[in-house]
């Protein structure tokens, strides 16, 4: 079998995807209309029919940077087309390896004790009001906000299908691998274990005798008094801002993952690996009203006692939210995602799959606003180009 390639530049990635085109009346290069495609979401430019706009306005520039462009540049039509056939299985296989390597480049320079690495699944809303159902379960590091892999589904419920394929052939070791309640899967935790990672999954209701056993350990936890107090830790952090004050208390224990008759254990927790729970506690202060909201969570860890404090729990476990603050909701809201309604042929996960790649390039290239990158690479078409045909060492802000 051939090693995996890597590449150095994003369109170097993208334009390794075949193209779908009859040989017959073909009048664009290639690689010229993918240039276009990715240099106009890189100038914010958040549909189709934008896209077209924005070649026309910038045709004298477009014509000067592209060499091989010709005097006819393409249509909105055009880019549809080419758009709805792309092959996203294949383009998501060549972008993966790109933004495997982008992430590899900047793991050097950011190691943690544990890396964190996020899966959760998000809805195409726009493509969902033609009844388009599809939804992409990604995989994002928390530090760096890189998107390593995407798969789309049919419906939310079956992310748990996605996971696998996510996970396979990954090197965990080092990693703790972060989702959200829908994905608390005995078989997912045994497969994170056998590749070498760690877990941190939420517990809610849909594991019934996890989420009771856990609950029912902090609710009235006799074995977590003072004389067992090598057997219970916590950690608590106030934070200001966005008009708010909010206080998150994270508490942690091993009895329920070790079977111990001394401590009265109302059951010993036969779930793969498990060797923590936890119970997390959210209280919000609105500083403008004064009202106050709180929310309790559960949570179960393959890091051992001597391998993760609280503290170190309540970082991987906050860092989740990386996928949805740093990418799902970039998208949603920047890059205009669900207002975007194209809905036919494979437009939806080619686009979302574009974004992703861009995001996590801007990310690793040193931008900490996603709003502000795609201003200055709207400025001029020059820039945008040569966002996505530089190597990283080029682009990196300092």
């Known amino acids: 079998m051939d090693p995996p390639q890597e590449y150095s530049t994003l369109l170097e990635a993208v334009s390794k995807v075949a193209d779908p085109r009859k040989a ?72 993966s390896l790109y933004t495997s390597s982008l992430e590899a480049q900047t793991q050097t320079q950011t190691q943690c004790r544990h890396e964190g690495m996020a899966i959760d699944g998000k809805q195409l809303r726009g493509a969902r009001a033609h009844g388009r159902h599809t939804c992409l379960v990604s995989l994002v590091r928390h530090k760096s906000a890189v998107v390593l892999q995407q798969q789309a589904v049919d419906t939310k419920s079956n992310e748990i299908t996605a996971v696998p394929t996510l996970l396979q052939g990954r090197d965990l070791r080092g990693t703790v691998v972060t989702m959200d309640a829908l994905l608390t899967q005995r078989s997912i935790a045994q497969q994170v274990l056998r590749q070498g990672g760690d877990y941190l999954m939420v517990a809610k209701q849909n594991q019934p005798e996890l989420y009771c056993a856990i609950e029912q350990l902090f609710s009235s936890p006799p074995w977590l008094a003072k004389e067992k107090a090598d057997s219970y830790r916590f950690y608590r952090k106030t934070e200001k801002g966005h008009g708010r004050v909010e206080t998150r208390t994270l508490e942690s224990s091993w009895v329920l993952c070790e079977a111990n008759a001394a401590l009265k254990l109302p059951k010993y927790l036969d779930w793969p690996g498990s060797k923590q729970v936890m119970r997390r506690t959210c209280r919000r202060v609105k500083l403008s009203t004064g009202e106050i909201s709180e929310e309790v969570t559960y949570g179960i860890t393959s890091l051992g006692w001597g391998q993760a404090g609280a503290k170190e729990l309540e970082r991987l476990w906050r860092g989740h939210w990386t996928i949805e603050n740093r990418v799902h909701y970039v998208r949603d809201v920047t890059m205009g995602e669900d207002q975007n309604q194209m809905h036919t042929g494979n437009a939806p996960q080619v686009l979302a799959a574009l974004r992703n790649g861009i995001i996590s390039l801007l990310r690793v290239s040193g931008w900490k606003s996603i709003a502000e990158a795609l201003r200055h690479y709207s400025a001029a078409v020059s820039n945008a180009l040569l966002l996505i045909s530089s190597p990283l060492h080029s682009l990196i802000r300092l």
């Open 24 to 95: 017959r009346g073909k009048q664009h290069d290639w690689k010229v209309l993918l240039s276009i495609t990715c240099a106009a979401i890189a100038s914010d430019q958040k549909s189709v029919r934008a896209m077209s706009q924005w070649v026309q306005e910038h045709a004298e520039q477009l014509r000067e940077q592209l060499q091989t462009c010709p005097a006819r540049l393409p249509s909105a039509s055009t880019l549809y087309r080419a758009i709805r056939a792309i092959d996203p299985t294949e383009l998501e296989r060549h972008l």
